[in-house]
């Protein structure tokens, strides 16, 4: 490894004449990778993959042809092209998955708890013994890297399969003193940028608490969905107790008016979850959403300025900035904001944009040609507003969706950029001179998912953590997660909470024993 030592001799002498704070003789030392080295190509093999060239809806324990006949087609972001066809679900279909989840629920929800639990453990032991081959369709299908479907993606989605399993014959406990009644058939509609992760912290407790499920994955990533498909048929899962009815938003708003299901949960955008609430106002169903971010991530002046980079590297970069919780804005104590921001200028230029298979890259291709053109346009209205922008000297592919990691500096509340999603690895940042000033930014939005605080005292931790209106603060670390905490926002960031204990509630009605 090379690196700049030019600066170090006169930083030496400044501090024996005493005209400087001492500093590390190495704190002028700036990291140069480019110059030294290179790293080699390492793909992850395909051999092991089996990915069929159509794909039906499965309906009652068996893959079943759409009712119109009409397919959709399922692009890989890094080289734009069709990976399978899958079905285009329309109300017929949804109302067939329906039917056979309302069927299957009258035996699902009366066979021993203990059996339901040993179902849904062997679901999360069969995605163990087939990680590899979800972690390859994963990023194959959603663009993101190997390393974070590997490493993140495919073990926490058995992580929680297994934690519900636990659950299965233990409600008791849960609620003491009440009995958990499953509330029937559940429609759940999922995201794109967590395919399978995001069907896990669904499916999961709602199997556990005695429902069937309609389960609609996102129209760009439809595979391992339905790859889960397979795992519930060779798992000899009662036909009909889990159902995967693809398709477009209009198949998603045939599920939510659905008048034989029982309860809602939608992953999404904050537009479409506000739409589904006016459309479930007045109804007797239940809902759970879980919406848009605009996370703010603090980083104070006696921070691990160093560990803090990592932490912001992990929050806004990790999986292309296609996360809700995302930390998209960054507040940093005006004192150390040069130099923070040098460094992580420094650390963005070490970030390796490309191929999703390959074990080296850290920034994969961002989901979908119409995402990838709503990131462009947001970065067109962060030059139009006058702030700065600073992007990696990174080399992109020349062929599908790539987007340098990309900073904005010179920004106010009132830019759009730092007012809306834009979900893409674009960071604004923003300084503060109290900690005061820095909750009422960080709080100066209508949203509140999740954010993070960086510092070295406790007191400062225990204090934002209180005053920010968030559903998640992480102190000095972000994007941990686990199937025992439990997951959701505040105002515009949705309702309701997924994961833990408190992720059992919307799938049950209590009553006083």
Known sequence: MMSDFSNTTQQNEDQVNGSEKPTSPNSGLRLDFSSFWEYSDAPESKDHVEIRDRYEHFIGGTFTEPVKGRYMKSYNPADEEVIAEFAEGTSGDVDSAVKAA?????????????ERGKYIYRLARMIQERSREFAVIESIDGGKPIRESRDVDVPLAAAHFFYYAGWADKLEYAF??????????????????????????????????????????????????????????????????????????????????????????????????????????????????????????????DAPLDQAVEGVVNAIFFNQGHVCCAGSRLLVQESVADKFIQK??????????????????????????????????????????????????????????????????????????????????????????????????????????????????????????????????????????DPASPFGGFKESGLGREGGLHGLYPYVNLKQT
């Open 176 to 301: 003491p003193g009440r009995k958990a009644e499953p509330l029937g058939v559940c429609g759940q509609i999922i995201p794109w940028n967590f395919p399978l992760l995001m069907l896990a912290w669904k499916i999961a407790p709602a199997l556990a608490t005695g429902n069937t499920v309609v389960l609609k994955p996102a129209e760009t990533t439809p595979l391992t969905a339905l790859k889960f498909a397979e795992l519930c048929r060779d798992a000899g899962l009662p036909d009909g107790v889990v159902n995967i009815v693809t398709g477009a938003g209009q198949t998603g708003s045939s599920i939510v008016s659905h008048p034989d299901i029982d309860k809602i949960a939608f992953t999404g955008s904050t537009a479409v979850g506000k739409i589904i609430q006016k459309l479930l106002a007045g109804t007797t169903k239940k809902y759970t959403l879980e919406l848009g971010g605009k996370g703010p991530n603090i980083i104070f002046e």
């Open 344 to 481: 992580l200028r420094d650390r963005m230029e070490t970030l390796i944009v490309g191929d999703p298979l390959d074990k080296n890259t850290d920034i994969g291709a961002i989901n979908s040609k119409e995402q990838y053109e709503r990131i462009l346009k947001y970065l067109e209205i962060g030059r139009q507003e006058g702030a700065t922008i600073y992007q990696g000297n990174n080399s992109l592919p020349e062929k599908g969706y790539f987007c340098k990691p990309t900073i904005f500096t010179n920004v106010s509340q009132s830019n759009r950029i730092v007012k809306e999603e834009i979900f893409g690895p674009v960071l604004t940042i923003q300084t503060f001179r109290t900690p005061d000033e820095a909750i009422e930014k960080a709080n100066n939005t209508p949203y509140g998912l999740a954010g993070g605080v960086w510092t070295d005292k406790g007191a400062k931790i225990f204090k934002t953590g209180a005053e920010v209106r968030t559903g998640v603060l992480w102190s000095n670390t972000y994007n941990k997660f």
């Open 102 to 114: 309302r069927k299957a629920f009258g035996k699902w929800s009366k066979i021993q708890p203990k």
